[in-house]
């Protein structure tokens, strides 16, 4: 049923066109573009192929009726659950053409997340965590093998991931499960030993998975050999009973993702084949020879791959969100900033500009540098994959490229999931009071989107491990060493040291780079030259590095937005030139602006003078201002369609009123009884009662 | 039903107690306890009388089956609808007894919305805004005529607020809905012309209420004079259906306050009695005179008293959640920051330090300031009741004190609230994963509150009209004119403009008292003299004001900021003696995190060198540390009890993990069968299909 909305009418002889305005503003709007669209779209998609397949994908999606969503704000949890199994049910069907374990599989998953992320995590879950693991920490043989029971296919097969307990979370080392070799039998032996060491958290566990990768400590002859995974088997594939041994309840209902069935999961004295040991980079032996792992953090590689993942998602929420808000401000008209009765456009305050379109740009800076992110993580993928094991100089350079790869990760997960979490919330706060309805879709958005900052590394620990390596980092430089990779640009350390703006022009990018690269080289120089300070006091490396972890997480920061604004500059120095004007604009933006969020090293490195800041400042102000025009043209590039950003008053036509008002009447047909009228009745028309006077006793 | 928990066991010979342990380190962290907490809660409480009213209070609501909030995360939001309207008839009682008109029903109301928000809120339209309408701008003889009809007594009678509309919410001036005078029945048309002036967000209109404060413009004999009040029935008391010419709808889901019925309305040409106008300030005649208001503000009065609620609840829920968060801090363990074996509390990283201890700090800023807002408010209540309309001086005096009200509301709504958003959420990631599930109570805290910074007022833009007074009082002082109430310090500008620290000692409030008043004051005179510039170059005030759009941001922030410091150190101050060393740290904290935060501008205006601001940094970090062992004993006297945290992770036994467990598996039986088997079997144990062969044709 739709509104019965009446057109506009006239009012003092004057047409009030209020509700039906939007779609021609919005078209003005659109005429203002001054870039080719389409060129955009291959800029953001990393070429026309990209394009043309996600397009392909996307419109046999939107025609699948396993994937319409005009309900899915509205849905309680428990019916979340069953759509989101039957929409991976659907999803298996793509992946399967795709190849499952194809790159194209990704591409694939990071849009499906803006119609059901819970059904993205729970695809993600098994192949992105659990056949990760299987196939980075098995054998080839083991990953055959479990290739062989289905767990590409998933027919009678599900997977998840054993890793957090209860107890333990970010500090997997200490997880308490043990797995105890029993030599006479073969077997390892999987036990809870202690409620703490309950699996907590475990996306597949409550209902639908019957195998988990279980971390465990190896324990060999009484010996603590630290933690290894373990394939278990959970429920019996034929009925999906759990297995004897194997205790699994429902941890409930969460702040959003709800789609998920994370559970925890108790093993009682559970054995299972020694072989189903992940055995690629470390070893047991019939005879008990445990053989170590060249590295401890190999152990944990399935989880990389969902950083890279949620680095790239951070633009891809982000760009849906901003679409939305900036749609809706290039219509929505409130107040007048100038003299005359006619209201402004929201797009038109520089206080609203100046919430929105920098996000614009970080969004895209974040895009640039999580697709060079991305391109390390498939080299390192490729490396891994076919890497000799024994070939000792082949597993060195592996061991680095992996070490630079968790580094530059820690960073741009943290920075960019958060970094989205605000956007969100900016663009949610941007629509006024729209933004707080669930048809218009932020609520949902936001509660999805910021379990991005908690799991596969909580931002505050990854940040306090990006800190680490870049003082180690810091630390080589100052012991004369070469540095390789993102932090290179500490060797310069010496031109960059007190480096000034002086008479550099702050609407170059080079000298923008050059800032950003000066004062995040001398912060983590600093902290670098800290820490041997305190190291050569007798600080052990533990203490040094608790007593600097205020400035690991602010070198973090700095080097990871100097990072970002580096790979912005270069992509669009890559770009076609019909675009690249306007790039420039968003790239200066994005450095500008980042300065001023983090004004107080520049100032005190005196990189700027107080008067180079307010320059700074007003230069915000200024591609604001020359960044506006387009923003339309640039939400056209993101190139989402309206089934996609799902959300009434940020369609493409603009009309955000009648579409507002067609969603939430079809939603909440009017002259629907109230289902409490009883409960009203018995409060309204009560008779209040009074005690019965008792005067005489 | 119970967790099958096990108790901790031996392993290798060494006792697990990582389930039961936290139990005994909430004691041990209890005992560092250096202040007497009582004296702590009644300082909080602004009184012991205070502190008794609120404990009786708040015994009876836990004993009341009524109040039962175990399945409150649980609930979908039709359900939750039902159950807050039963609330609502249950709190009548107790505002009932307290006299739902006085000031003893605000400190009811506002703990109440830590049980049910949506409860809060449903009570808060009808008495804090359609009933503060009627007697805010009702004369008196109307107020006793509503109150005759049964606004206090809610028989038969619930009120809404009928003000914003689909196409405007901040700009009250140009709502759309007209009132137009009808001389010859002595009655009001009250009418809406086009879809856009549909009445939007109305809290009761989708179902519970039946009359509204409908906000209108009044037209008599064709002429606009701008927005006024006027009640409107809505559903007829006895049968509750919908009057003639009244259409509603319900606006549907939300992020959050779901048990709220915001409804959407359209008039169509429905009379009401010329009496019906609200008229204490403006009138019409039977004859059709209209007599305008001395101020458009007073018009708008009823919202004022929201903004200074949610001031004060931005500090009763920041203290729930860092109660949670701190004390879960306190016996969570993860990693080692010292050699040796055992783990660390949370509580003992520095680095978390610094995420929660000041933020706890800005919670107790903002509770001082809130409580000077509240007396500011009471004041000017006071004398609008008494106000004798004809009498001009009293009325100018009940102007000034009004602008005043208006401008610190606004700043203090604005920025506590969003401060709340981010102690909310940081409180959420500092507790991992466990932040997310809705058992801790995070997520539905943080979708309700949020809204605070929307409704009643956005954020954004109640920022730009504390930034116009500012500029405004800052023009005044440069016109020699005396400037009274929080901006009063301007007034000193020539002895603050240029200051700086010198040899000044950070740990003196009085030094950072200084501090914040020189750099407020020297950004506000500097908006006031470019705003008088560019009035001097004949640009307009509007223009202008536009122009100066991120100063008369910037400005609010440092202002408000400075005000919250000031009034935390007034109130210091006064407090016991026996607990003054322990809140003048906290208040040392809260004002230098605040400058850390807010970098840029103190070391622009030359207040401190870069070397100065690093000691700031080292500060807040020792201040942390000093803090620290007191944040136990400080979250008890927040004296909120087990009940009304509503969190197992937060309880004051300090058993999280138990009390979590016993809480999730209460909520979620094990082997309870998953409802979506059927769709699972479908799918795992699905025959690929094939298509059949067919070779010849
Ligand atoms: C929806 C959801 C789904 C999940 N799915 C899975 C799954 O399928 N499988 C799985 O194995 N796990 C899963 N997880 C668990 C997730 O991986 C963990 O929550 C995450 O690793 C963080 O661990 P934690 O919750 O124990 O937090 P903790 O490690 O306890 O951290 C708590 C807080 O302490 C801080 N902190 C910790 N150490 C330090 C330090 N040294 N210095 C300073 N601060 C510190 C952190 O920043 C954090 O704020 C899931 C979690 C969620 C929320
Ligand atoms: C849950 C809920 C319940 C509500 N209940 C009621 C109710 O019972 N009765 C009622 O009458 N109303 C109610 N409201 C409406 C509420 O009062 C409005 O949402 C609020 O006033 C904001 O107005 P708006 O939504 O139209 O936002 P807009 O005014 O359209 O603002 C949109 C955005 O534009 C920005 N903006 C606006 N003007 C300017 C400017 N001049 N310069 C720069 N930026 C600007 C704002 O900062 C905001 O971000 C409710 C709202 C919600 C969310």
Redesign the pocket.
């Known amino acids: 049923m739709k509104a019965n909305n009446t057109a506009s009418l006239l009012k003092d002889g004057k047409e009030l066109n209020t509700f039906t305005r939007p779609a021609s503003d919005m078209q003005a709007e659109r005429d203002r573009t001054s870039f080719p669209v389409r060129e955009m779209t291959h800029f953001f998609n990393n070429g026309k192929e990209n394009t043309e397949f996600l397009e392909k994908l996307f419109e046999r999606i939107q025609r699948d009726p396993a994937f319409n969503n005009k309900d899915f704000y509205d849905l309680d949890y428990k019916p979340l659950r069953q759509r989101t199994f039957e929409q991976i049910g659907r999803m298996w069907s793509y992946l399967d053409e795709l190849g499952a374990d194809s790159p194209l599989a990704r591409r694939f998953l990071s849009p499906f997340g803006m119609i059901n992320p819970s059904a993205q995590?729970r695809v993600s879950?098994h192949y992105g965590?659990f056949v990760s693991a299987l196939r980075g920490q098995g054998t080839d043989k083991q990953y055959e093998f479990w290739k062989s029971q289905g767990c590409l296919s998933l027919n009678r097969f599900y997977g998840?991931?054993?890793?957090?307990e209860l107890g333990?979370?970010?500090?997997v080392a200490e997880l308490e499960t043990t797995a105890t070799f029993d030599r006479a039998t073969d077997e390892f032996i999987i036990h809870t030993p202690n409620t703490a060491a309950t699996?907590?958290?475990?996306?597949?566990a409550a209902h639908s998975s019957n195998h988990t990768v279980c971390?465990a400590r190896l324990i060999v002859d009484g010996k603590d050999y630290g933690v290894r995974n373990f394939v278990v088997p959970l429920r019996d594939p034929e009925s999906h009973n759990l297995l004897p041994g194997i205790a699994v309840g429902d941890i409930g209902k969460?702040m959003g993702?709800d789609g998920?069935d994370?559970g925890w999961i108790q093993f009682s004295n559970v054995r299972i084949p020694r072989t189903y040991m992940l055995m690629r980079y470390s070893q047991v032996t019939p005879e008990g020879k445990v053989i170590e792992p060249p590295l401890a953090q190999l152990t944990y590689g399935a989880l990389i791959n969902g950083r890279v993942a949620m680095a790239y998602d951070s633009w891809v929420w982000a760009r849906r969100f901003l679409t939305i808000a900036l749609r809706y401000a290039a219509v929505r008209r409130q107040f007048s900033s100038t003299e005359g009765r006619e209201e402004s456009k929201l797009l038109d305050y520089v206080l609203h500009q100046r919430r929105l379109i920098p996000l614009l740009a970080q969004a895209i800076g974040i895009e640039a540098a999580a697709t060079e992110l991305y391109r390390l993580f498939d080299e390192v993928t490729h490396h891994q994959a076919s890497l000799d094991t024994s070939d000792r100089k082949a597993v060195s350079d592996m061991v680095d490229k992996t070490k630079e790869l968790f580094s530059l990760s820690a960073g741009l997960k943290a920075f960019s999931t958060w970094a989205t979490v605000d956007t969100i919330d900016e663009c949610r706060q941007a629509c006024g009071g729209l933004g707080y309805l669930s048809a218009t879709g932020f609520g949902q958005g936001f509660d999805d989107w910021v379990?991005n900052c908690?799991?596969?590394?909580?931002?505050?620990?990854l940040c306090?491990s990006a800190g680490r390596s870049l003082i180690q980092s810091g630390c080589k430089v100052l012991d004369g060493k070469h540095v390789t990779g993102a932090a290179d640009y500490l060797g310069r350390i010496k031109t960059l040291r007190g480096k000034s703006l002086a008479s550099g022009d702050l609407r170059d990018p080079k000298v923008l780079v050059g800032a950003w690269e000066s004062v995040a080289a001398q912060a983590v120089m600093d902290a670098a030259e800290a820490y041997k300070k305190l190291r050569a006091r007798g600080v052990s490396d533990k203490a040094a590095f608790e007593e600097l972890?205020i400035d690991r997480f602010n070198i973090a920061r700095l080097h990871t937005r100097c990072f970002q604004i580096k790979a912005l500059f270069r992509k669009i120095a890559n770009a076609n030139p019909s675009i690249q004007k306007v790039l420039t604009n968003v790239g200066l933006l994005f450095a500008l602006w980042s300065i001023e969020k983090n004004g107080s090293p520049f100032l005190q490195y005196g990189f700027l003078t107080s008067d180079d800041m307010n320059k700074v400042i007003d230069l915000v102000t200024f591609y604001c201002g020359e960044v506006r025009d387009q923003v339309i043209g640039i939400t056209d590039s993101f190139n989402i369609s309206d089934f996609f950003l799902n959300s009434p008053i940020g369609n493409y036509d603009g009309n955000a009123y009648e579409n507002l008002m067609d969603s939430v009447t079809e939603r909440n047909v009017p002259g629907t009884p109230c289902p409490y009228q009883d409960a009203m009745n018995a409060f309204f028309k009560r008779t209040p009662y009074e005690q019965p006077r008792l005067d005489e006793i």
């Open positions: 995590t879950v965590l998840c991931f054993g890793m957090t333990h979370g970010s500090n699996k907590w958290w475990i996306g597949g971390f969460k993702r998920i994370n379990v908690t799991w596969e590394g909580d931002n505050n620990v306090l972890s």
